[in-house]
């Protein structure tokens, strides 16, 4: 299990850019970014080093942010992968609420991050099917 | 031009016959108001005690002004006269923090309102073999039931559509012929816009005629809708507090609408100091009904502005005429023509937890209607990082806000922030509602 930070902002120009210079004054590094526009308002999601304090800085600071449950899975890079991971979570019928992966090096490895209704099922029902569940510092040794 | 009366003598009584009537009248409202908790001690203050204490007219200058606050803290039964089990009907209408205003009418009341608007709609021109299709909403908003009963009691041939579902609208319109309406501008304009999609032209109806009321609107307006839809196109005002429709309207002669003053005493004031203005004078209007019995109200400020014209009209009512209502002496908005106060939005949005503290409303027009947009801040502390959450948020105020405020907002959710905050009292309404 890992810590993704959710952040609400109006979706308007500028707002990315106040969060982002906030964390780079704090040097909270990014790994994984994600924005979705609802309308007027947007999330923006970040899996950084250090969430706690990237969330203390953001509260500090009048933002509307806060701290969710995710799920780091490290796979290997090879056609079948995704849907070895889909097909067990689907045996446990839990489902994703939000999910984002890529490529960290072509052929060898790839990182998902995911969003799901029931967490300690998802790790159990990855786990039997091999995957690798990492936390946050485990990035680094990728 | 043909005129049509449903009380000749009554529309054409000499002022001095009429002020006798509204004494003999004033006196039996003020002993129906002694019954009640809210005016005993307020009439007692001034030394009324009992109605023959009011010897002239004049005298009801004496008694204090009712507000709609009055009315509110009356909320539910602190103006009734009568036992509950004489009262046939309740309206209650918007309040200005949510705890709405209660009127109770005794089947006599019923009979006395459904006659002004017979007369009203009488003094149009329209009588039984009109097709009358009544747009406004019906329930507690008094538009609808007010001009339905008075339009059977005419005879007219009454479609009781309420408000909405504009194809459908028009369909009844083509298939019974209708001749009159009763309708807000905005829709009226609302209507044509959507003719063309229904592939019906103004010729394939048999419209004469529309009492166009609960929104302002200008001269210019009007003849631009009866140019469209090539009618004649009546001035219509009331309020719940004074029944509703039918307190005054215009005659064909369409110069100003006649205040049916046998019934409503009419009082224009200055709104800052309360002093009586003369006629011709623009100042807030204060009526008394003097003709109910369930809730007697004496000198109800309205907060609507207007003028009383002066001279009489070729029509030969004697009663005077108001001009169009020109604005309000306080916040009140009304959007198609539902009367809605912003403190009434801040007492539903406040009740969420998960708001903030900011917030402001916006007003737009979408075609001819009115659109309401309620910008709130969230809470940073209440905020658990779901977008579900956000739209659950989202559903639950404007669920609240229509249960509540009978509106349908557009609900948008903002950073903690990044409303703009202003000093002292917050502006929070921005109009940017082309007037019509």
Request: aromatic share 6%.
């Amino acid at each position: 299990m890992a810590k993704q930070l959710n952040i609400f902002v109006d979706n308007k120009p500028g707002r990315l850019n106040a969060v982002t210079d906030l964390l780079a004054i704090k040097k909270i590094n990014i790994f994984i970014f994600t924005i979705q526009d609802r309308g007027e308002f947007g999330l923006i999601k970040l899996i950084v080093d250090r969430p706690g304090d990237a969330n203390l800085a953001l509260l500090d600071e009048g933002y509307a942010s806060a701290l969710k449950d995710v799920i780091l899975v490290s796979v290997k890079d090879k056609p079948g992968n995704l849907h070895k991971l889909a097909t067990a979570l689907q045996k446990k019928k839990i489902n994703l609420t939000d999910a984002r992966g890529t490529v960290l090096a072509p052929s060898k490895l790839g990182l998902c991050c995911l969003e799901v209704d029931n967490i300690p099922a998802a790790e159990k029902a990855l786990k039997q099917a091999g995957f690798d569940i990492i936390d946050i510092k485990e990035i680094y040794k990728l | 031009m043909e005129q049509t009366f449903w009380r000749k003598r009554l529309e054409t009584i000499e002022p001095a016959e009429l002020a006798a009537m509204q004494l003999k009248n004033l006196r039996k409202v003020v002993g129906y108001a002694l019954r009640t908790q809210f005016y005993k001690p307020r009439l007692k203050a001034v030394g009324i005690t009992s109605p023959e204490d009011i010897k002239r007219l004049s005298d009801i200058e004496r008694i204090p002004f009712t507000t709609k606050d009055d009315l509110r803290e009356c909320y539910p039964n602190g103006l009734l006269s009568v036992p509950m089990s004489e009262v046939v009907r309740i309206h209650t209408s918007s309040g200005t923090t949510g705890i709405p205003t209660v009127i109770h009418h005794t089947q006599p009341d019923l009979d006395v309102w459904t006659d002004l608007v017979a007369r009203s709609i009488s003094a149009t021109g329209a009588g039984k073999r009109d097709i009358f299709q009544n747009m406004m909403t019906y329930g507690m908003f008094t538009g609808g039931l007010g001009l339905h009963y008075g339009a059977e009691r005419v005879g007219m041939t009454v479609i009781p559509m309420g408000g909405g579902n504009t194809k459908r609208q028009i369909q009844i319109m083509k298939d019974f012929g209708t001749t009159v309406l009763h309708i807000t501008p905005s829709y009226m304009l609302h209507i044509f816009s959507v003719l063309g999609e229904c592939g019906v032209a103004v010729k394939d109806l048999k419209l004469k005629k529309a009492y166009l009321g609960a929104e302002p609107y200008s001269e210019d307006t009007r003849k631009m809708i009866e140019k469209l839809w090539q009618i004649d196109v009546y001035n219509s005002y009331g309020l719940s507090e004074m029944n509703g429709p039918g307190v005054a309207f215009e005659c064909v002669h369409k110069s100003g609408m006649h205040v049916w003053e046998d019934v409503y005493h009419m009082e224009v004031i200055d709104p800052k100091t309360g002093v009586k203005h003369e006629d011709g004078k623009e100042g807030e209007l204060v009526f008394t009904n003097l003709q109910r019995e369930a809730t007697p109200l004496l000198r109800y400020r309205t907060r609507d502005v207007a003028t009383v014209l002066k001279g009489r009209c070729a029509c030969g009512r004697t009663h005077r005429r108001i001009s169009r209502i020109t604005g309000r002496t306080d916040d009140m908005l009304i959007i198609n023509g539902v009367n809605v106060y912003p403190s009434q939005i801040e007492a539903v949005i406040m009740k969420v937890p998960e708001v903030g503290n900011n917030y402001q409303i916006h007003l737009t027009k979408d075609g001819a209607l009115d659109e309401i947009i309620v910008k709130v801040e969230i809470y940073s502390k209440m905020f658990k990082g779901d977008l579900s959450q956000l739209d659950k948020l989202r559903e639950r105020i404007k669920d609240d806000l229509r249960a509540s405020i009978i509106i349908n907002p557009t609900v948008q959710l903002h950073e903690p922030g990044s409303l703009p905050v202003f000093e002292g009292k917050a502006k929070r309404v921005v109009d940017n509602r082309v007037k019509i």
